[in-house]
C-alpha cells in the first residue's frame, strides 16, 4: 500500500472517527469552541495562524487538526492566545508512515507560542500509522489538553522549562 493510502486510511478509520467524536462532547463544548479541520485555510484569522505554526514548526506533511477555542480565554491576552491546536504530523519514508501529534497554543508566562512534538504511545520514537488505535489518539487529546488548561494562563513557566 502507498504513503497516501496509508494515510487516508489512517485519517478515516482512526484520526477522524476519534476528533468527531471529542468535537461533539458536550462537556468540551462548554468550554471551547471545537473546530475539526480537514480542509485548509480556516476561517478565522488566528486559528489559521496557529495552524500554520504548527505545519512550519515540525516541517512535515501536517494532517487533519483539532482547533479548540477557549471560551472563557482571560481578556487582554494575544490575539492568537486562548487557541488550542492539535495536528496529526506524518513522517514518510517512502511507503512507510510514521504518525505524531504536534500541538501548539500561546503561553501567558511568556506571551509565546509554544509547540509540542508528542507521541501516541511514549514507548514508541517512530509510530507507523498501521499500529496506532483510536484510544491513543483520544488519551493523547486528553493529556495534551489537561496540560493546557493547567498552563497556557500560568504567570510561570511550566515544570521542566528551560
Not at 478565522?44 to 505545519?55: G, P, Q, R, Y
Not at 501536517?62 to 481578556?75: E, F, H, I, N, T
Amino acid at each position: 500500500m502507498s504513503a497516501d493510502a496509508k494515510i487516508a486510511v489512517f485519517e478515516d478509520s482512526i484520526v477522524l472517527p476519534a476528533l468527531t467524536q471529542v468535537t461533539g462532547s458536550e462537556p468540551l463544548t462548554r468550554d471551547f469552541v471545537a473546530e475539526l479541520v480537514v480542509k485548509r485555510p480556516v476561517a478565522d484569522a488566528a486559528s489559521e495562524e496557529l495552524l500554520t505554526n504548527i505545519a512550519a514548526t515540525f516541517r512535515k506533511r501536517a494532517g487533519s487538526s483539532l482547533m479548540l477555542v477557549d471560551r472563557k480565554a482571560p481578556p487582554g491576552i494575544a490575539r492568537i492566545g486562548g487557541r488550542f491546536g492539535l495536528t496529526v504530523i506524518y513522517d514518510v519514508q517512502g511507503d512507510e508512515v510514521y504518525a505524531s501529534p504536534g500541538v501548539m497554543f500561546w503561553m501567558a508566562f511568556n506571551n509565546k507560542l509554544h509547540g509540542f512534538a508528542h507521541r501516541y504511545d511514549n514507548a514508541i520514537a517512530r509510530h507507523r500509522v498501521e499500529d496506532i488505535t483510536r484510544v491513543q489518539v483520544l488519551n493523547h487529546l486528553l493529556g495534551a489538553l489537561s496540560f493546557y488548561k493547567l498552563y497556557a494562563y500560568a504567570p510561570t513557566p511550566f515544570p521542566g522549562y528551560r
